[in-house]
Structure formats: structure tokens, C-alpha cells
């Protein structure tokens, strides 16, 4: 098991910048591949970001490609999303998710986690 917590959620202007931590406790962080999601409302829960457990993957939705970094800090059991020129249609729950090594299943794929944290909110205003 794998417990998952985000923060660093809040309220910015377009074009500013945040940045999200997930702290993991219980298993081993690194044994585990680890993803961003967020969920605006009426919206399905859409995938933003994904690295691969040894931290040699990153893998990253367009509409965010290039604005946000995923990284890792094993050290820490962290995880962070660096968010910057950020859009009023970046507004989003933002969830972090863990997938167990041993799980088959693609990256950009929720059903494809087995760990989800509470989310963080970010609103975007214009």
C-alpha cells in the first residue's frame, strides 16, 4: 500500500506559475510508477503528466507540453509537477496516482493506477 497527498494547490493569474508536491508514505516510492491527473468540472478526469518508476520516462499530455515538468525526489518520496505559463483551461482538481511496477497498462490511462491521492485545486483566473 501506498498512501499519496498532494499540495501546493491555489489561486494564480494566467501566465503565472505553481508548483505541486505528492508526498507518498508506506512502500517504497521508487517501486512504483507515478502520474498526474486532473478533473475540471462536468469533465472526465483527464491524464497531464507520467514518470516512469527509475525516473528515466517522462511522459506529458500536449496541451501541456512544455509548461509543466513531472520530477521526483526518491530521497523525499516526493513527487512534483512544475506548472508554469498557466491558462484559465489549466483550472483542474489535480490528482496524483501510483502504478505498481508489477501492473500492466498504460501511463496515460487512470484505470491504469492503483493508488490515487485527494487532489489539489487550481483555478486559473484570466
Known amino acids: 500500500q501506498v498512501q499519496l497527498v498532494e499540495s501546493g494547490g491555489g489561486l494564480v493569474q494566467a501566465g503565472g506559475s505553481l508548483r505541486l508536491s505528492c508526498a507518498a508514505s508506506?512502500?517504497?516510492?521508487?517501486?512504483?510508477?507515478m502520474g498526474w491527473f486532473r478533473q475540471a468540472p462536468g469533465k472526465e478526469r483527464e491524464f497531464v503528466a507520467a514518470?516512469?518508476?527509475?525516473?528515466?520516462?517522462?511522459y506529458y499530455a500536449d496541451s501541456v507540453k512544455g509548461r509543466f515538468t513531472i520530477s521526483t525526489d526518491y530521497g523525499k518520496n516526493a513527487m512534483y509537477l512544475q506548472m508554469n505559463s498557466l491558462k484559465p483551461e489549466d483550472t483542474a482538481v489535480y490528482y496524483c496516482?501510483?502504478?505498481?511496477?508489477?501492473?500492466?497498462?498504460?501511463?496515460?490511462?487512470?484505470?491504469?493506477?492503483?493508488?490515487w491521492g485527494q487532489g489539489t485545486q487550481v483555478t486559473v483566473s484570466s
Open positions: 496516482a501510483a502504478q505498481r511496477t508489477s501492473s500492466s497498462g498504460s501511463l496515460y490511462r487512470s484505470n491504469s493506477y492503483n493508488y
Open positions: 514518470i516512469s518508476w527509475s525516473g528515466g520516462s517522462t
Open positions: 508506506g512502500r517504497t516510492f521508487s517501486r512504483y510508477n
